[in-house]
């Protein structure tokens, strides 16, 4: 069963702007982690937030966590054309290792 | 330093038959864990292995079974295959419970 909901299904967007993704999740976490996949490949892990963190930010990337309301967002700031994937997040459940993936939002970056 | 690897690339059976998989981990790593992602979705947890013993198992039938070696390599086995196998089928590596690292995935097509 799917535990996070990515929001939007599909975005598109200019290169140089923002993008913006978000993920809703149903059950209490040890961490959220967000992954890429270009075309159906593998996945490429891009951060991890832990449950009592807030804000994190790798480069390019700006991840925000809120508990309270069981969700995260994915920044991504001024957008290249290489960043256009799919991207997922995924939640781990304390005292287990495993993923727990959404149905992921698919990015479009045109030049 | 050789990251996770799986063969075959892509793989066409029909229905009914066995299929086997192989996943090697990233230098280092102890644990493998496999997920099965469908056209258009997320990838699905099928299970986990540490120390050749299947430590986690996510709600996929007993036609899905596994093995890991003693150097960490993995098999994943699909008897009596069902159209709805066919999926990108993706194999992870991590140090026990750490991040998961994942590989290029095998593409089963199910006719």
């Known amino acids: 069963s799917q535990q996070g909901e990515e929001d939007p299904q599909a975005l598109s967007i200019q290169e140089g702007e923002n993008a913006t993704m978000n993920c809703s999740y149903k059950t209490s976490i040890n961490n959220l982690q967000w992954y890429r996949q270009n075309s159906g490949r593998g996945l490429v892990h891009l951060i991890l937030i832990r449950s009592n963190e807030r804000e994190k930010h790798s480069g390019r990337l700006r991840v925000t966590l809120d508990t309270s309301k069981k969700s995260s967002s994915l920044l991504i700031t001024a957008s290249r054309a290489a960043d256009t994937a799919s991207y997922f997040c995924a939640t781990v459940i304390s005292g287990y290792s495993t993923l727990t993936f959404g149905k992921g939002t698919m990015l479009l970056v045109s030049p | 330093d050789a990251g996770v690897t799986q063969s075959p690339t892509h793989l066409i059976k029909t229905r009914g038959q066995q299929v086997t998989l192989r996943c090697s981990p990233k230098?280092?790593?102890?644990?493998v864990s496999w997920y099965q992602q469908a056209l258009g979705q997320g990838p699905q947890f099928i299970f986990q292995?540490?120390?050749?013993?299947?430590?986690q198992r996510g709600n996929f039938p007993d036609r899905f079974s596994g093995h890991q070696y003693p150097n960490y390599s993995s098999e994943l086995n699909v008897n009596a295959l069902l159209l709805g196998d066919s999926a990108l089928y993706l194999c992870?590596?991590?140090?026990?419970?750490?991040?998961?690292?994942f590989g290029p995935g095998t593409r089963l097509t199910v006719l």
């Open positions: 992870a590596s991590s140090l026990d419970r750490g991040a998961q690292y």
């Open positions: 292995y540490y120390e050749e013993e299947e430590r």
């Open positions: 230098s280092g790593h102890d644990t």
